[in-house]
């Protein structure tokens, strides 16, 4: 990690820029001056008295900077897995330039003074943007809305009670329809909390095999298929949070089908581990939505690349060793995931499940859209937050070396290919990787 340098403008040359703002996938240079696109082009040319830092972008893929909108940060209060400063840096090494931070902090951002108090520690300490969102119900308890409209003035992008489901649903459809006035999209944490009883994994075959309580796949869809009609009955903005199910993937299409406002998002995890990991009784493969099967691998990777599923996002969840070190049913639901999710999305690519354009959209244009910020495109006159991968790198997951405070990973020694590089926020190089000798 480095520290925010003070140089004004910064050439990015001969890289392959993919943006699909503007449709473009072309080797060319990105130009940044006073933390903005100056220019982008072949062969640009810098005028001659201008202090330029230059990178060398060729045989590195250029993209504007990655979007992660679910992710975890602990603070306030649980600052032992996380803090703002340390889920900052993880999402630099990972190159994210912006991340979205849940509400289900110590006390819960449920307030404006909460959201307040995220926003200074952030512009204090981050060297990336940090989006809050607010909780939907006070204290997340399901019982009372939270302080929507003092949030929003506050600064938060969208709300949520995200890590427990609302399961009122007179009082969701108050929410949906408080989100309309503020102009916020309201995240659904889709399980519904007396099917999943006391499951820890994916009901089936393997959860009889290994002896664990199961969650129905119809725990999630039966709250995505109440999420829509209450978003059809309102005209709100839906967006259904870490899809698991080819079930939910055909609820979700269909309700694009009649034109009602749901978007959806899909984690590496979902999209890589099934619940055969399970059988180690590690508990890092604990997550809620529980890992599923091939075939809900499969329908989510179309979704994505059909554009069922809008967005790629970690669902980074710290946790402290003691909270993982526990028997299987004990153990907290969560992985850490802002440091390995780019290279398991762009597994994707590489086993041609997804063009590289796809995958790009999922990480920039559309999640910039979902919470409403002004990110997310390399076009001139827009902030310079790039990030810079590495498509030919292969290295090993080291959970020790993670910028993260907390190391509950199921990814450890894995072997990736594609690797952040650069990551480039309003023209500063906030992180900067080892290259290719």
């Avoid at 946790?319 to 390995?340: C, I, N, P, W």
Wanted: aromatic share 6%.
């Amino acid at each position: 990690m480095e520290r925010k340098n003070t140089m004004n403008s910064l050439l990015i040359k001969g890289g392959r820029i993919v943006d699909p703002s503007q449709k473009m996938d072309q080797i060319a240079d990105l130009w940044i001056r006073s933390g903005k696109v100056e220019a982008i082009g072949p062969q640009l040319q810098i005028p001659p008295h201008e202090t330029v830092e230059r990178i060398d972008a060729s045989q590195l893929i250029v993209t504007p900077g990655w979007i992660d909108i679910h992710t975890h940060l602990r603070e306030p209060g649980g600052t032992h897995k996380e803090t703002i400063e340390t889920g900052a840096r993880a999402a630099a090494a990972g190159g994210f330039t912006s991340i979205a931070c849940m509400a289900n902090t110590q006390p819960v951002n449920d307030s404006s003074y909460i959201t307040t108090y995220i926003r200074q520690k952030v512009a204090m300490e981050s060297p990336i943007h940090i989006f809050p969102i607010g909780a939907v119900t006070k204290g997340l308890k399901g019982e009372e809305l939270a302080e929507i409209g003092s949030m929003r003035e506050a600064g938060i992008v969208a709300i949520s009670d995200d890590g427990k489901t609302v399961m009122n649903a007179y009082l969701f459809r108050k929410a949906l329809d408080y989100s309309r006035r503020f102009d916020l999209t309201v995240i659904s944490h889709a399980e519904d909390l007396n099917l999943k009883g006391l499951g820890v994994m994916n009901e089936g075959f393997n959860s009889a095999r290994f002896g664990l309580r199961g969650v129905p796949r119809a725990a999630e869809e039966v709250i995505v298929a109440r999420d829509i009609y209450l978003a059809e009955l309102t005209g709100a903005r839906l967006h259904v949070a870490h899809v698991s199910t080819a079930g939910s993937v055909a609820l979700i299409r269909e309700a694009k089908r009649r034109g009602i406002q749901v978007t959806a998002e899909v984690t590496p995890h979902h999209l890589t581990l099934t619940d055969e990991a399970v059988g180690t009784y590690d508990t890092n493969t604990k997550v809620a939505p529980p890992l599923r099967e091939q075939e809900d691998i499969e329908a989510l990777q179309e979704a994505v690349a059909d554009g069922t599923v809008d967005a790629l996002a970690s669902d980074h969840a710290p946790h402290s060793r003691e909270e993982k070190a526990v028997e299987y049913d004990q153990a907290e639901f969560g992985m850490v995931g802002l440091e390995t999710a780019f290279p398991l999305y762009y597994a994707k690519v590489l086993k041609n499940h997804w063009d590289l354009s796809k995958m790009v959209a999922a990480m920039t244009l559309k999640p910039a859209k979902i919470i409403g910020v002004k990110k997310g495109t390399l076009q001139v006159g827009a902030d310079a937050d790039v990030s810079i991968f590495d498509p030919a790198m292969e290295w090993i997951v080291d959970k020790t070396q993670f910028q993260s405070k907390s190391q509950n990973t199921p990814f450890h020694f894995w072997k990736m290919r594609g690797k952040p590089v650069y990551t480039i926020v309003e023209g500063r190089v906030v992180y900067r990787g080892a290259l290719n000798a």
